[in-house]
T-cell receptor
Framework: DAGVIQSPRHEVTEMGQEVTLRCKPI?????LFWYRQTMMRGLELLIYFNNNVPIDDSGMPEDRFSAKMPNASFSTLKIQPSEPRDSAVYFC???????????FGPGTRLTVT | DQQVKQNSPSLSVQEGRISILNCDYT??????FLWYKKYPAEGPTFLIS?????DKNEDGRFTVFLNKSAKHLSLHIVPSQPGDSAVYFC???????????FGAGTILRVKS
């Protein structure tokens, strides 16, 4: 298996622009998580899905952030409009029904200027 | 409020010696604990875990100890190797497959 796939790996955009991050979980995994990593706050959970349904979005910082999972093999995290304080590394992770450990993608490094 | 705390931002250890990384938690509902390792430009990778019904779990050079009364866990790496240099995250869960709460991470540097 290729593992969790994220795209793009790097994104540089200007303040006010829309940003869309993409994630393909491991085939067969039924839960998907979006995290943000910053120096100050470490790894923060933004939102997670179970069987494509959003379960907990309490970590989504503002209405500018939204996430979707239209099917079991694809999810997006959108920021509109983006701000410089959104600059961070965003990770996607997935987990199956038979294991507790989450498998992380390589992350997307977002820079908003 | 931080439910999982890693109070040491960094740790430096000589090759061959023991590395001890510490983690404290506040939520008594946590019943499963994990350690992840992260190299630069990569996602975190699972290292070792422990259920709250145990106080020790060992996997090769890595051992995790859990002290429930103190709400404290630690990761021991013996012997430490330069390739162990990475960021180590402690994480906790209150249910099977549920969301994880991560600590801020500890940067481990193993000097050769």
């Amino acid at each position: 298996d290729a593992g969790v796939i994220q795209s793009p790996r790097h994104e540089v955009t200007e303040m006010g622009q829309e940003v869309t991050l993409r994630c393909k979980p491991i085939s067969g995994h039924n839960s998907l998580f979006w995290y943000r990593q910053t120096m100050m706050r470490g790894l923060e959970l933004l939102i997670y899905f179970n069987n494509n349904v959003p379960i907990d979005d309490s970590g989504m910082p503002e209405d500018r952030f939204s996430a979707k999972m239209p099917n079991a093999s694809f999810s997006t995290l959108k920021i509109q409009p983006s701000e410089p304080r959104d600059s961070a590394v965003y990770f996607c992770a997935s987990v199956g029904q038979t294991v507790n450990e989450q498998y992380f993608g390589p992350g997307t490094r977002l820079t908003v200027t | 409020d931080q439910q999982v705390k890693q109070n040491s931002p960094s740790l430096s250890v000589q090759e061959g010696r023991i590395s001890i990384l510490n983690c404290d938690y506040t939520n008594s509902m946590f019943d499963y604990f994990l350690w992840y390792k992260k190299y630069p430009a990569e996602g975190p990778t699972f290292l070792i875990s422990i259920s709250s019904i145990k106080d020790k779990n060992e996997d090769g050079r890595f051992t995790v100890f859990l002290n429930k009364s103190a709400k404290h866990l630690s990761l021991h790496i013996v012997p430490s190797q330069p390739g162990d240099s990475a960021v180590y995250f402690c994480a906790a869960s209150d249910g099977y497959g549920n969301k994880l709460v991560f600590g801020a991470g500890t940067i481990l540097r193993v000097k050769s």
